[in-house]
């Protein structure tokens, strides 16, 4: 079974960020994704999507992220319900995001760089920020740097590109 859901579209707003009684972040946004085709009057038509960050990601989302910036999105979509005040059950359809690519660079200026260990990566115009669901962000997408760069090589396990691997039967999960 697989859950899995990647979207590129504009903010409609500026990111909501609350924080559960628990002190964990969530960030609420929404997306307007294009559709492929127009109306039949020639108008481009656009999905509104929901989108819900959790933890360290939230927490970027909410500083970086405004309306109308593109981003791509990644996770997995969830439908979940409740009652409401009149006692009729509503559902709610969102995508639970785990990764997240701004994909413009900010008018300010202000877009974050590269921290130490940390989970985001710039790259030029495009920078990238995964949070995973155990609340340990890793890299993604761009340049991340010549020191990253450097210990990357160091530990290469494809240096040897090339040449013959020897894989046992045992070793294949299929």
Do not use: H
């Not at 992220?65 to 559902?91: P, S």
């Not at 989970?119 to 920078?127: A, K």
């Amino acid at each position: 079974m697989l859950n899995r859901v990647i979207l590129i579209g504009r903010l409609t707003r500026d990111p909501e960020l609350r924080y559960t009684p628990a002190g964990v972040a969530v960030t609420q946004f929404t997306l307007a994704v294009d559709r492929p085709f127009t109306s039949g009057q020639g108008e481009r038509e656009a999905d509104f999507i929901p989108v819900v960050t959790w933890r360290q990601l939230a927490e970027t989302c909410a500083n970086y992220l405004r309306k109308g910036r593109l981003t791509a999105v990644e996770g997995r979509i969830q439908v979940r319900n409740y009652e409401n005040n009149e006692g009729k059950r509503v559902y709610v359809t969102e995508v639970i995001a785990d990764n997240v690519r701004f994909l413009e660079s900010s008018r300010e200026g202000g877009a974050p760089r590269e921290e130490s260990g940390g989970g985001y990566s710039s790259g030029g115009n495009t920078g990238g920020y995964s949070g995973g669901g155990n609340g340990n962000p890793s890299s993604s997408g761009g340049n991340s740097g010549n020191r990253s760069n450097q210990s990357r090589n160091d530990n290469d396990p494809f240096k040897d590109d090339g040449r013959p691997i020897d894989i046992s039967e045992d070793d294949l999960p299929f």
